[in-house]
């Protein structure tokens, strides 16, 4: 484990001094919704969380520079992580223009639609992990973020390959000792992790990566000192998860014992985040939402699950595992 940033947050964590909570700012957006995401970074705050995780790829590149203008007056105070590896497409005025032009038409003229080209389809670049490309990445990051140094620096959909290459590790160490990072890890798909977690040297600090229910990932890396941040725990799988529990009704002895009304979305969507924030033992578990009204009502359900809820919502994941197979 490095010494360095990840440790003190590990060691805030555990001491209760720091949530193990982060806002997911993949929703920000710099544009329209420039107001509400200003709004949901601030909310986010008001409701204790001081870890944020962003990536050179949000929202084009917006979801940093909105992150970084919503903090500039807390910069001391928060945990900033961000991402290199994927490089959002510049999109040149003349092309976002054309392709506004070309929607509204579309939809206005709905006969000419067959006359009109198709607007261009603008995809992000994956795989740029060459020296040059993380450090052209941190540095747009910095200007974007509005700070000198940012306190992690995730490879974002890395591959075994680029944990492999000393070339990789020896630009990470050096943006380090430089002071532009506080520390490094990855964050990339479960299978591609608990690889890292096996090949990795010590100072790759963290592991990032999607939570499945079935907890195979989070259990399978029961062992290692990397600090674990989980992701993405709200989605599809949730949803089925939700169904299940919402089926069993309030007659149910495991779901009594939860407390949680099942017909109640987000109190089971807070109990999940919680759940999985104390299986990372001091890690973080990551979420996103729209709504900035929720924010608080989210880290206070999660905060606050009580040892038998818990025995609970892992006996109700478990025969819910068993029903899906
Ligand atoms: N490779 C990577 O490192 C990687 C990949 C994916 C994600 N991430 C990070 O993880 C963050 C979170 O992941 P995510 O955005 O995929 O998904 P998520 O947090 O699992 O899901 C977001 C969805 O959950 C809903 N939600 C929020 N609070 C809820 C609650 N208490 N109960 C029920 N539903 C709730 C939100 O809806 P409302 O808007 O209606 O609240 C939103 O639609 C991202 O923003 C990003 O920072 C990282």
């Not at 982060?22 to 995401?37: D, M, P, T």
């Not at 223009?97 to 579309?106: D, P, W």
């Not at 206005?108 to 994956?126: C, D, I, Q, T």
């Not at 949803?239 to 109640?264: I, K, N, T, W, Y």
Request: charge should be neutral; glycine fraction near 8%.
């Amino acid at each position: 484990m490095s010494s360095g940033s990840t440790k003190r947050l590990q060691d805030a964590i555990n001491s209760g001094e720091t949530l193990p909570y982060g806002l997911g700012c993949a929703f920000l957006s710099g544009r329209r919704e420039k107001a509400q995401s200003v709004r949901l970074v601030h909310a986010a705050l008001d409701a204790g969380i001081t870890y944020f995780d962003t990536a050179r790829l949000y929202a084009e590149g917006q979801s940093e520079a909105v992150l970084g203008e919503a903090l500039k007056e807390r910069r001391d105070s928060v945990f900033l992580a961000s991402k290199a590896g994927i490089w959002p497409t510049e999109i040149s005025f003349s092309d976002r223009v054309q392709g506004k032009a070309l929607h509204v038409l579309r939809g206005k003229a709905p006969f000419l639609r067959g006359a009109l080209p198709e607007p261009k389809v603008h995809r992000p670049v994956f795989g740029k992990f060459a020296p040059e490309d993380i450090r052209v990445s941190v540095e747009t990051s910095l200007r974007a973020l509005k700070t000198d140094h940012l306190d992690l620096l995730l490879l974002h959909e890395c591959e075994t390959q680029q944990i492999r290459d000393e070339a990789v590790l020896d630009t990470l160490r050096n943006l380090k000792r430089e002071g532009k990072i506080g520390d490094y890890g990855s964050a990339t798909q479960p299978d591609t992790t608990l690889e890292i977690d096996r090949i990795a040297p010590p100072d790759l600090s963290v592991l990032q990566f999607k939570n499945s229910l079935q907890g195979v990932t989070l259990d399978s890396l029961g062992a290692t000192a990397r600090m674990k941040i989980v992701h993405s725990l709200l989605g599809e799988t949730f949803s089925r998860f939700h169904s299940f529990v919402a089926a069993r009704g309030g007659g149910d002895p495991l779901v009594q014992e939860s407390g949680f009304d099942p017909q109640d979305r987000r109190s089971w969507g807070a109990a999940m985040i919680g759940f999985a924030a104390r299986r990372t033992h001091g890690g973080l578990a990551l979420f996103s939402t729209t709504r900035p009204e929720t924010i608080a009502a989210t880290v206070e359900l999660s905060s606050n699950l009580s040892e038998e809820a818990e025995n609970a919502i892992a006996h109700l994941i478990s025969q819910f595992v068993q029903a899906q197979a």
